[in-house]
């Protein structure tokens, strides 16, 4: 088909405008790649945009060395792969279960669950909630409240209604159990949905650092999300090293004198986002199936 | 196939639920945590235990060999520990919601902590116990004008304070640190001495002749530097070692503004005609380029580097900015940073008196409340009458364990001192707070303080001769005049509701925008032209009138409660 000139120009915008906004969210990710990667001294005397200028991995060996850090990135892997697979897995058992038009109150259960969607007590009942349940500081507490979600559930049950009853029939006339079905027709079938509500989950797991600011105090027990929000509010290194007093400080050597509190910044930074950004790739291809979800009736 | 798919999920399952039995206890070999909710950290049964929260963010190891030495020597008392992970009043209103902490609980002095504490009806009022003589003599003799301060309007004292001065009358100066730092090897290259620069006219020719100089690497040296940080405040930035030289009091005790009395009258800091005399002479610096081109939009890394790498004369301000690491990782004059020396703030022409840019509050810091359902109250009791000895060395001993454990005196008590316990002071100075959580949960603040010995300027050991210099720095710094005790003048706090709480913010970001202006104002028109806009804003924008008025209105009923000193 040929296009006009107009068309082309007008394609050519786009595209300029999408590479600009493109480069935009690129380049302060380059930036802090490059500043983790620098001498912290060197760093701050500024002139340094996309390469790092005095390479050095000290920064990684400092944050990566760091046993909170390193304790709390296991709390964070942890809970994002329970937190997702735990949060799919109800929550697809209670879309399946609502999908069946014919379950009895099902109009008063969806009822109830979108009222908890668009309303919650706020924060001092939440934690009233899991002190009396007993989650407050344990490792649970990132998993039980996050298992349910009212919105993917949602999604869930559209997609199922979705899928053709006569498969769902003929799987029953053959004397499929509803778990049966659940597992060996809905969920192949549901693949990019999944996929994609798996990673939205996993992502938000894996960026919360509120539940372990507030529901939980013991050290052990904190995402690094956490860690990461306690550093970028501190003054000075103490809160990586751990000195009250200059004097401390100095006892880690020379090596000390390069180190900037804005390069381990940096380099935790890096830590905590890349692991992340790498599972993107291996779903893109669901993902672009499943943010359509929804989007087209019937 | 279908088989070894369950099979697989299964082990990945097993795998899953390992992981999480690791997270959930820790990894005993390195970091053996204890979230300390239920229960004592000891397997030795002990009398006498009871829950402490701090309300702070720490690394706690409820196994620490000091808190070890709590529970089996003295005081006998098992301690466990839990700390918050995100912002402490926040914490504190959960936790209050639910029923409040277990046994103790230790903040900050602040307003409202204890407003929160008083109002949730869950605290025990302790006014009984610093009575008791015979059995808490400790207790009895925390000196009764912090006590008084602490009653409230029915007589009741509703927590221990800790972290005062033992002596009131004598207090320790602290960690003084606002002063002119000056590169002595630049004064000597500038042909000059130090004693040339004890006047403001001195200081001026140093700068003129330090901007003709250039350093190592062949640039031309900053005569003057500060740190204008955007975090900083009124009380705590760079400028006060020049409002200081002008005579201004920047210095506070918890007050909302800096007050300094002069004739008989209250001066606020923004009324004393002196503050515009010193931004006027910052201004007059700027115009001649004898202050760093860049000083107004430096972050302080940018400005370690400068001074690390030489580039600047003078700096002006707290040495902790300028870094102290430059001087303390040096064995010898290997480097620029070791030539740093502290001068007496420069006599201007008319100054009588230096202003105060520190002012030594004695009173506690940080309070201890106690739930009023407590079961382990004496053990409370006992503990804390432990840590608030009136001894010189008891903050160490608190913090470190007593002398000969892990660290001793080198020569004589109250002397210089050391580590003694090679595996104590490794983990200690590993610069892990893991590590360093092993060994001592780090709660100096739960003791008292006096001016006759402080471990950080009396400790004997250091790799590098350079590390002593900070010690000399800030004692010789507290006796250049910029220190002094606190007074009631210096503690009024803004009334709940009030204009203070309403306007302060506004008033701080009016300082902030405006001394930019005034530092790089392009001559003296210019100059005057923003400092009226300075004074009209300060009373369009922030009240300023109104807020004086406020200010000796809750003066006065400081005077009324606390008496006048």
């Known amino acids: 088909m040929k296009t006009s000139i107009q068309e082309k120009l007008g394609q050519v915008i786009i595209i300029g405008l999408l590479a600009l906004l493109c480069l935009s969210v690129l380049y302060p990710f380059l930036y802090m790649l490059a500043i983790s990667l620098n001498e912290g001294s060197d760093a701050a005397k500024g002139g340094i945009y996309i390469w790092p200028r005095a390479f050095t991995l000290l920064n990684y060996e400092i944050v990566l060395g760091n046993e909170v850090i390193r304790h709390a990135y296991l709390i964070t892997i942890a809970r994002t792969v329970i937190g997702t697979v735990t949060g799919l897995l109800v929550t697809l058992i209670a ?97 990019p949905m999944l996929a994609a509500l798996g990673l939205f989950t996993a992502v938000g797991h894996w960026n919360d650092w509120f539940a372990g600011a507030f529901f939980v105090s013991s050290q052990s027990l904190i995402p690094v999300q956490t860690f990461l929000q306690q550093l970028l509010s501190a003054s000075d290194l103490s809160a990586v090293l751990g000195s009250n007093t200059n004097q401390e400080a100095l006892a880690r050597g020379s090596q000390m004198q390069n180190i900037t509190l804005m390069s381990i910044k940096m380099a935790v930074v890096m830590v905590s986002a890349i692991p992340i950004l790498c599972v993107y790739p291996f779903l893109q291809k669901y993902f672009v199936k499943g943010v359509l979800i929804g989007s087209v009736k019937g | 196939m279908l088989k070894a798919n369950k099979l697989s999920l299964a082990v990945c399952l097993l795998a899953l639920l390992l992981v999480l039995s690791a997270c959930s206890s820790g990894t005993k070999e390195q970091v053996n945590t204890n979230n300390g909710v239920e229960g004592q950290s000891s397997d030795k049964p002990t009398n006498l235990s009871f829950e402490l929260w701090l309300g702070w963010s720490a690394t706690i190891n409820n196994d620490s060999l000091v808190q070890k030495y709590w529970e089996e020597q003295e005081p006998g008392v098992a301690v466990t520990l839990e700390a918050t992970q995100g912002d402490a009043i926040t914490a504190l209103n959960l936790k209050l919601n639910t029923g409040g902490f277990k046994d103790a609980a230790v903040f900050n002095r602040s307003e409202v902590v204890k407003n929160a504490m008083k109002n949730s009806n869950s605290i025990l009022s302790l006014e009984q116990y610093f009575d ?197 990782t040096l064995d010898g004059p290997t480097e620029p940073g070791w030539y740093y020396e502290p001068i007496p703030h420069p006599k201007v022409e008319g100054v009588e008196t230096v202003g105060s840019n520190q002012v030594v509050n004695p009173y506690p810091g940080y309070d201890v409340y106690i739930n009023k359902n407590t079961k382990n109250l004496e053990a409370i009791l006992t503990f804390f009458d432990y840590s608030l000895q009136p001894k010189a060395e008891q903050q160490q001993v608190i913090n470190e364990g007593p002398a000969g454990l892990y660290w001793d005196w080198i020569d004589a008590p109250l002397g210089k001192w050391k580590y003694i316990d090679e595996q104590y002071s490794t983990a200690r100075n590993s610069g892990d707070v893991a590590q360093k959580s092993t060994v001592t949960p780090e709660l100096y603040m739960i003791s008292s303080y006096n001016n006759d010995w402080y471990p950080w300027w009396n400790f004997g050991e250091a790799d ?76 369009k924008r922030a009240h300023w009138s109104e807020l004086k008025e406020e200010w000796h209105e809750s003066y006065e009923v400081l005077v009324q409660t606390n008496g006048e000193f």
């Not at chain 2, 910052?282 to 939009?297: F, G, W």
Request: glycine share 8%.
């Open chain 2, 132 to 328: 008791m003589p015979d059995q808490y003599p400790n207790l009895a003799s925390i000196p009764k004008q912090y006590l008084d301060a602490m009653r409230d309007e029915d007589g009741h004292i509703w927590s221990i304070p800790t972290w005062f001065d033992q002596d009131p009358s004598n207090p320790w100066p602290g960690w003084a640190s606002v002063t002119w730092l000056v590169r002595s090897d630049l004064v000597e290259q500038a042909g000059m001495k130090l004693e040339d620069l004890s006047t403001i006219e001195g200081v001026e020719q140093f700068l003129r002749k330090a901007a003709e100089l250039k350093d190592a690497s062949g640039k031309p040296i900053n005569p003057m530097g500060f740190l204008m940080d955007p975090n900083d405040t009124a009380g705590w930035n760079d400028e006060n070692a020049v409002l200081s030289a002008f005579g201004v009091t920047t210095g506070g005790a918890g007050g909302v503004i800096p007050v300094e009395k002069k004739d008989g009258e209250f001066v606020l800091l923004y009324d004393d005609p002196q503050y515009k005399a010193a931004y006027q002479w910052l201004n007059k610096m700027y115009r001649e380029k004898l202050i760093d081109p860049e000083v107004v939009t430096d972050k302080k890394e940018r400005y370690k580097e400068k001074n690390k790498s030489g580039r600047t004369a003078l700096n002006v301000g707290s040495f902790w900015n300028v870094d102290a690491s430059v001087w303390e």
């Open chain 1, 95 to 191: 879309a399946y279960g609502l999908s069946y038009r014919l379950l009895p109150l099902r109009k008063v259960f969806l009822g109830y669950i979108l009222i908890t969607m668009l309303f919650n007590g706020g924060l001092v009942p939440f934690y009233i909630q899991l002190y009396n349940v007993g989650l407050v500081n344990t490792f649970w507490v990132y998993i039980i409240p996050g298992m349910f979600s009212a919105w993917n559930m949602f999604v869930m049950l559209k997609f199922i209604q979705g899928i053709p009853d006569a498969l769902i029939e003929s799987a029953e006339l053959d004397g499929a159990s509803p778990v049966r079905i659940l597992f060996q027709i809905i969920v192949p079938l549901s693949k």
């Open chain 2, 464 to 539: 590098k001769q350079g590390s002593f210099k900070t010690q000399q720095f800030t004692q010789a710094i507290g006796q250049m005049g910029g220190v002094r005790s606190a007074h009631t003048h210096d503690m009024v706090t803004a009334k709940p509701g009030g204009l203070w709480e309403k306007y302060a913010p506004e008033l701080e970001n009016l300082r902030k925008e405006y001394r930019a202006k005034l530092i790089m104002a392009k001559d003296e028109a210019q100059f005057e032209e923003a400092w009226q806009q300075f004074r009209d804003a300060l009373e």
